[in-house]
């Protein structure tokens, strides 16, 4: 029995339950924990390979209907999707009132963006793209704020010219190739001749992975969405960002990789990257909201993640995707501390100040995320940093990698400017006291001490992913350089 679909149809039918529950505290709570352990399950109920559903198969050679590919690389990342996931809902079971719609839009976006890397077809992955898109501006609007509701408001409206012209790309690609199906449009492309309306459908799709990961020139919109959203809400929403980056950039790349003309539109993927890493870090530098500051790194390492990819050869795939998975954990533990740390009722820098000795542990996780975001070793984000270096070195462009060193050292000062902010600053001893009327939570600190083990533990022992991530990029890449 072929278990694999429930991985994308279990949350979402689960999603339908909690909306039903929305405002019964005393079932949401249980059933949110239970739900929590159960998304930890699921990247394991099904088989390596290839399906195809819904009584279709292949037609006159061509695969039709929907048709999903699972592999050891694909699994890491639902597992870590999920982990994020189930942390994510743990820490929101210490919210004074809990909410069955938050939750049911949560387990929507994880359903989406599962199908997205799933999906082998693109008519689906723009189906599941699109819910993931309602799903996050539904996470922002639940942060109940009127700048919340502005910055929905504004990301849906981009949204619908994004999903537009992303679904017009996908009708350009069919009506030129015959076929939704990726691995059968790529074989189309290599034997034909190029015509006006595949590199319309290739623009139409980039334009559609700009905006739903944030890349320029989309990436002012997408910060402003992790700005506004509650801060652990937040962790979700930039987990579905990266993943669903790497899906679109592996998708371009399997439709149209070593097809000739698709040098120009590569050497656009790189540029924009490196727009998405300056931009990103150089708006960090500038912010003193704390949310801010960590949704502009959040645009930043999108840059990396998707720089890596764009190289297109096996180690620039492995280093894009092995830091999109590093990114998504400490970039969840900061967003988690900055959640223990707004419970404090301050989220502006300049008034913080103090917080070490009342949560000196928390202050400790975090600092660990810090290092981990700005490269620094041993902690995972120094390993796909690394890797990401030496793939720009291999093929010959030493300025990426002399870029991507630079950021990270604004990176670096800026999160250590930071942290000396929240944790170091002196403050008076009226504050002090004020900050230890509150509690910390303790759900919140679990999520952060398993994010950090596994910042630790990825910096020591990155093998643990990249093993995975390997043979897919070894098939998938191409040796090339300037």
Request: charged residues 10%; hydrophobic residues 55%; contains cysteine.
């Amino acid at each position: 029995m072929n278990l694999l679909p429930l991985i994308v149809v279990f949350p979402m039918f689960v999603a339908i339950i909690f909306n039903y529950l929305n405002g019964k505290d005393k079932l949401i709570r249980p059933m949110a924990f239970l739900m929590a352990l159960l998304l930890l399950v699921l990247p394991f109920i099904g088989n390596y390979g290839i399906y195809n559903f819904g009584a279709h198969g292949l037609e006159s050679g061509l695969a039709s209907g929907i048709s999903y590919i699972y592999s050891p690389m694909k699994q890491l990342i639902i597992t870590v999707l999920m982990l994020i996931g189930s942390l994510v809902l743990i820490t929101g079971l210490d919210e004074k009132k809990s909410s069955g719609l938050t939750v049911a839009l949560m387990l929507m976006g994880l359903a989406s963006v599962s199908a997205v890397i799933l999906a082998d077809d693109l008519f689906n992955i723009y189906v599941f793209y699109e819910i993931a898109a309602i799903a996050q501006t539904g996470l922002v609007i639940a942060s109940g704020t009127e700048k919340a509701y502005r910055s929905a408001f504004r990301y849906l409206l981009l949204g619908n010219f994004a999903g537009s012209i992303l679904l017009l790309g996908v009708a350009f690609l069919l009506s030129a190739t015959g076929t939704l199906n990726i691995s059968d449009m790529h074989n189309f492309l290599i034997n034909n001749p190029v015509t006006p309306t595949i590199y319309g459908g290739l623009l139409m799709i980039i334009i559609g992975l700009c905006y739903d990961s944030g890349l320029p020139p989309f990436h002012t919109v997408k910060a402003d969405i992790y700005a506004r959203a509650k801060p652990f809400i937040a962790a979700m929403l930039q987990t579905y960002s990266k993943f669903v980056l790497v899906a679109l950039m592996l998708v371009i790349f399997k439709i149209f990789g070593g097809l000739s003309y698709f040098t120009n539109a590569h050497g656009a993927l790189i540029a924009i990257s490196i727009l998405g890493m300056v931009f990103g870090v150089v708006m960090a530098l500038l912010q003193t909201d704390y949310r801010k500051l960590l949704a502009y790194h959040a645009i930043s390492q999108g840059g990396y993640v998707a720089a890596g990819i764009a190289l297109g050869t096996p180690l620039g795939i492995v280093a894009g995707i092995f830091h999109a998975i590093n990114h998504v954990i400490y970039k969840s533990a900061l967003f988690i501390g900055a959640h223990l740390v707004e419970r404090k009722k301050v989220g502006n820098l300049n008034a913080l100040g103090g917080l070490l000795p009342v949560i000196p542990t928390t202050a400790l996780m975090v600092l660990c995320a810090k290092l981990a975001i700005s490269g620094v070793p041993p902690f995972n984000g120094f390993q796909s940093k690394l890797l990401l270096a030496e793939a720009a070195m291999n093929v010959n462009m030493p300025e990426l990698a002399i870029i991507m060193i630079m950021v990270s050292i604004g990176t670096f000062v800026s999160m250590m400017k930071a942290f000396y902010l929240i944790y170091l600053k002196p403050c008076s001893e009226d504050q002090l006291n004020e900050y230890k009327k509150v509690k910390p939570s303790k759900f919140g600190i679990f999520s952060l001490a398993v994010l950090t083990v596994l910042c630790i533990l990825l910096g020591v022992y990155p093998n643990l992913a990249t093993d995975l991530i390997y043979p897919f990029a070894n098939e998938f890449g191409r040796m090339w350089t300037l």
